[in-house]
């Protein structure tokens, strides 16, 4: 089993952008977590992250022709904007769980609207990033299942 483990705008500068909201943990650490988790579940992952729109569809598309089982997706801004990645998360039909650090539901009134969530098998928001994991987590079992 391999998930692809895809990452939107600003996700690169964790621990610089408003550690206040996203924490104090960087993207490296972000690496090192999803990696040690991996090996735990005994699955694979690969990682992708762009701060384009266009980067993060092709990405999404090129899952589907590697084989990829499922995606862990963090689509950062674009999650309330972006009908593109929406489209190309149902277009390949890869389970992907939705996953934010913080918890947008109580934040501005525009990060209300997720795209990605009214397509995905899964939305995790406010966990930091152990959101991560559990997206692993639900992706494995959900998988599992379905052998």
């Given amino acids: 089993m391999k998930f692809l483990i895809l990452n939107g ?29 991996a090996k735990e579940l005994g699955v694979g992952v690969e990682f992708y992250q762009s701060n384009h729109e266009g980067d993060l569809v092709d990405a999404i598309q090129k899952a589907y022709f590697d084989g990829i089982d499922g995606i862990v997706f963090n689509p950062a801004a674009y999650t309330h904007t972006s009908v593109a990645i929406a489209d ?3 277009g390949v039909g ?13 934040r501005e009134a525009f990060r209300q609207v997720s795209y990605i969530g009214a397509v995905a098998a899964h939305t995790i928001t406010g966990r930091g990033l152990a959101g991560y994991t559990e997206a692993m987590d639900y992706l494995a079992k959900l998988l599992g299942e379905r052998k």
């Fill in 9 to 37: 705008p600003n996700i690169n500068i964790l621990g610089v952008r408003e550690p206040e909201i996203y924490g104090r943990q960087s993207y490296d650490d972000l690496r090192r977590l999803v990696s040690e988790h």
């Fill in 88 to 90: 190309a998360v149902k």
């Fill in 94 to 106: 890869i389970p992907t769980v939705e996953v934010h650090i913080s918890e947008v539901s109580k």
